[in-house]
């Protein structure tokens, strides 16, 4: 059995492939957030089946700590001059503020009292300004030590030309403080520009004990290795991620938007838009020819990380966003969450305010139980904070919850609004792949609202997730500096040598013989602030291949902000960062073929559902399962599943494909 396990804020999902048949298993489990790994464990339990081969895992243990803010004990090593570089940081000013006068600075990741500086000094070629200072790094190991401070970044200025400083730090820490959990710039972020190299390394350091402990207890409680997902789309051996944790930061987003291209590909879509809808949030993708959209501009919460992440868009609308009434009077849904404890009023739990799914249960759009039966539901608790709701509203119970739907799935295009018009494409061109298990719920709202052409809801869709962790290979990301406007063929030649070397060695120990390396660059033109990464080819670095990359470079500027300069030479292409992704190719699970229908269908199951305001009637219910290939669903109905529900519109079908993907569209509307 090969098992993905992916932790979610509400459930745990887990996914086996038999390796021997194909076959797939996939089942769900309630999140433990006090404890994941407890969650996790009785994942694995519940799939059950012969020896496991292997093993991996997509965990938010990472985000949760930066998103609630739980960072503390954590100091900064900088360069003599430079202890304020995190209260400088960056004078752009944050959408939705206007402008400086009435923005206030978060509080800074490390207090200024907790940065201490070290002399010497590199310039930005790496050579040696001034001599390291080891009496004052010995002085500030012992200060961290006997403040009790046990993670520590060290960022020195220019350690991506050269490292030696940085090292010649973590010799003096390991001797003076060998208790401290530490992170080096040079080793986290190997790129210029000193505030986010600061800021993602310190991050780094701050998750570094957490996620230490969270892969011991795995380790010990599970007996065998397992991988975790990354966050720009590859995996790493779980032995090998306690010293790049950071990497983990968009876990199980990540693996979502990777599983939903796969299902999207072999259903003849390469290109889509991916909506994760879990319990706590919804997390956007967009996928071109079969590829996720990678930035190294994320941030997590309000730090920015430059490490290479797909570019996901995450909003507080999930099933337990909860919904309450702003000073105004007005209806609000989120982000605050009910979570999985103690979830939403209808788990009967002890939940006090109503959520999302306390209004799908209202009005009858998700069964009275979840997962098959067992997570049984109180529709009554749920209608008894609605209408307590809508009194305070003045509106019919009706209403309200749909009010309360209306705005989630107003959240949710706000948010493929930034990751489509944002960057300049047509949200009318993509498909929608929805999965999670609140994804397929506002489907057809989000067909009318965007006027996307279609939706496809893949089998399972509460564990696309989980899926996702099982088509990923090993990848590992690899950056130099390198800013000039007339690059040296050698001076290529040797960094993209150095770092493919690196790639290959730690492919090598994750057991692969036959890695791949895959070139990039980020070039701007002289002049601008920020750069486009663009794919570069194999080969030698010469006039030709360089010619080749600055060509890619104005096709892809040009794409990305309607211009370019190719031929106008007063515009010089500035050479900013080269890149290696060391992949080591994994065999990724076969999705199964549904038979078309052999005999004529059971009679649907009923059940009184609401699609309008104050509109009841008796709605059919189909079982997914009972669906063939070719079967065409037209609405209202509601098509239920283990894992997740998908209401039916009036005016809208859905039809089952050969992999057994509902395809949903309006009536009328072209395929």
């Known amino acids: 059995m090969r098992i993905g396990v992916d932790t979610g804020g509400t459930f745990t999902d887990v996914v086996a492939v038999d390796e021997r048949t194909g076959e797939i298993f996939t089942t769900k489990t309630p999140s433990t957030p006090a404890n994941p790994a407890d969650g996790f464990m009785a994942g694995i339990e519940k799939v059950g089946g012969g020896p496991v081969t ?5 965990t938010t243990v990472a985000t949760n700590q930066l998103l609630e803010d739980r960072i503390a004990d954590l100091g900064l090593v900088t360069t003599e001059g430079f202890e304020f570089i995190l209260e400088i940081a960056r004078q752009s000013v944050p959408d939705g503020y206007g ?13 200024v009292h907790r940065v201490k500086t070290v002399g010497g000094r590199l310039d930005h070629l790496g050579e040696e300004v001034r001599p390291f200072d080891e009496e004052g790094a010995t002085l500030a190991a012992r200060w961290f030590r006997e403040q009790g401070i046990t993670a520590i970044g060290v960022c020195f200025l220019h350690s991506y030309a050269n490292p030696a400083h940085e090292l010649r730090m973590r010799e003096v820490l390991e001797r003076e403080h060998p208790e401290a959990v530490v992170s080096l710039s040079s080793d986290v972020l190997r790129e210029y520009r000193e505030y986010e190299r600061s800021v993602t390394t310190l991050v780094d350091a701050a998750v570094k004990p957490t996620m230490r402990r969270y892969i011991a207890n795995l380790s010990e409680r599970l007996g065998l290795p397992f991988s975790v997902m990354k966050s720009n789309g590859g995996v790493l051996s779980a032995a090998e991620v306690v010293h790049q944790p950071i990497t983990t930061v968009l876990s199980g987003p990540a693996a979502g938007a990777l599983g939903a291209a796969l299902i999207a590909s072999t259903a003849g879509q390469p290109s889509v838009i991916t909506l994760d809808g879990g319990g706590t949030s919804t997390d956007v993708a967009v996928v071109v020819e079969g590829e996720p959209s990678l930035t190294t501009e994320g941030s997590i919460g309000r730090y920015p990380c430059k490490i290479p992440m797909i570019d996901i868009v995450t909003v507080g609308a999930g099933g337990g966003s909860i919904a309450w009434i702003s000073p105004e009077g007005t209806l609000k849904v989120g982000p605050k969450s009910a979570g999985a404890d103690p979830g939403p009023l209808c788990y009967g739990k002890g939940g006090g305010d109503v959520t999302v799914t306390d209004a799908h249960v209202f009005l009858g759009r998700i069964p009275p139980h979840l997962l098959g039966g067992e997570i049984p539901l109180e529709r009554e608790a ?30 949710q295009c706000n948010a493929i609004r930034q990751i489509t018009v944002k960057r300049g494409l047509d ?9 999670g298990g609140s994804g397929p719920l506002l489907a057809c709202r989000l067909i009318d609202i965007l006027g996307m052409p279609a939706v496809i809801v893949p089998p399972d869709p509460g564990n696309v997730s989980a899926f996702g962790l099982l088509t990923v290979d090993v990848k590992n990301d690899y950056v130099r500096t390198y800013v000039t406007r007339e690059p040296s063929a050698d001076v ?39 750069e486009v990464r663009v794919p570069a080819p194999p080969g030698p670095p010469d006039g030709e291949w360089q010619a080749e990359v600055v060509a890619r470079f104005h096709e892809a500027h040009e794409k990305l902000y309607g211009y370019g300069y190719r031929d106008d030479p007063r515009h010089a292409v500035e050479w900013v960062n080269l890149r290696v992704s060391g992949i080591g190719p994994i065999t990724r699970p076969s999705i199964p073929v549904r038979p078309a229908r052999s005999e ?24 997914r399962a009972t669906l063939f290939a070719g079967d065409v669903i037209t609405g209202p109905a509601v098509i239920e599943e283990y894992g997740s ?8 079908t859905a039809e089952c494909d050969a992999h057994g993907n509902l395809i949903v569209r309006k009536e009328g509307t072209a395929q």
Not at 99 to 111: D, L, Q, T
Not at 400 to 410: K, Q, Y
Not at 427 to 435: K, M, Q, S
């Open 54 to 58: 292997g093993l991996v895992h997509g």
């Open 99 to 111: 402008n400086s006068y009435f923005w206030v600075k978060p509080p800074r990741i490390v207090p």
């Open 382 to 411: 749920a209608r008894q904070g609605i209408e307590a709701l809508a009194g305070k509203l003045g509106l019919t119970p009706e209403r309200t919850a749909t009010g309360i739907l209306e705005i989630s799935a107003f959240n």
């Open 427 to 435: 949200v009318r061109d993509f498909p929608l792949v929805t999965f």
């Open 492 to 530: 290529l030649a040797d960094v993209f040598a150095e770092l493919e070397e690196q790639a290959v060695r730690a492919l090598d120990r994750e057991g692969f013989t036959s890695p791949v390396c895959q070139r990039s660059a980020d070039l701007r033109y002289y002049g601008q602030a920020y």
């Open 600 to 623: 004529p269908p059971a009679e649907p199951g009923a059940r009184p559902v609401s699609f309008e305001d104050d509109g009841w009637a008796s709605c059919p219910i189909h079982p």
């Open 645 to 652: 529900t998908l209401p039916l519109h009036p005016g809208f």
